[in-house]
């Protein structure tokens, strides 16, 4: 088996990263790799600390592991890959994922674009660009939808930790991007111009 195509897609929360990454992956006939399944385990801590903790911080992934599992995905091998629980900020015990290799593997994350040792292992970094008031007004939509918060609870969040850590650490982390897209145009369009430039480097 070849060398897996690994893309890495990066950008704010809400801004359309992982719409893309999932499309990108379906075209290539690839696999999305999700960095949100990689938050470290807060089991050791009792609820009311966890709730505080700041996860929109780099620091709030466990790197290591992260890394280590996609290299092994990349070379062909199958990984167990663990799986995290917002509602309790912790990683399901005994639950974990079997990962096949894949052709093309997609790294989708707020912080995809920020690890060097990530950053290393990608074929093409495309950074997902949208307007701070677009990224809120989906991500209030998302976690009311998806993680039982409240209106209250997704307005303070975001702007005691998602707003600024945003602007500390994910929005400079276009800078290490090959591409650029706009998360507020058409999906098609951004996935065109992803397909372009993997055409125009030769990628597959």
């Known amino acids: 088996m070849k060398p897996a195509l690994i893309l890495g897609v990066g950008g704010c929360s809400g ?5 893309l990454a999932r499309e990108l992956a379906r075209e290539l006939k690839g696999v999305p790799f999700l960095l949100d399944h990689y938050y470290r385990d807060l089991s050791h801590l009792s ?11 780099p620091d709030a992934i466990e790197t290591c592991l992260l890394i280590e599992q996609l290299e092994q995905l990349a070379a062909s091998h199958t990984i167990a890959q663990p799986r995290y629980d917002f509602a309790t900020h912790t990683r399901r ?3 974990e ?9 997609v790294v989708d994350g707020i912080f995809a674009l920020y690890y060097p040792g990530l950053r290393r292992l990608y074929d093409l970094s495309v950074y997902v660009d949208a307007p701070d008031a677009v990224c809120y007004e ?7 939808r998806e993680r039982g918060r409240t209106p209250e609870s997704v307005a303070g969040h975001y702007a005691a930790t998602v707003r600024p850590m945003a602007e500390r650490y994910v929005r400079p982390s276009s800078q290490y991007a090959d591409l650029i897209v706009q998360g507020t145009e058409s999906l098609d369009w951004s996935v065109e111009r992803v397909m372009a430039e ?6 597959v």
């Open 15 to 19: 801004s359309g990263k992982t719409t």
């Open 47 to 57: 609820y009311e600390e966890r709730c505080v903790q700041n996860f929109d911080h």
């Open 93 to 95: 015990a005994g639950v």
């Open 97 to 105: 994922e079997r990962m096949e290799p894949a052709a093309c593997i």
């Open 138 to 144: 989906r991500r209030l939509a998302r976690d009311i």
């Open 198 to 203: 993997i055409g125009e480097r030769g990628l």
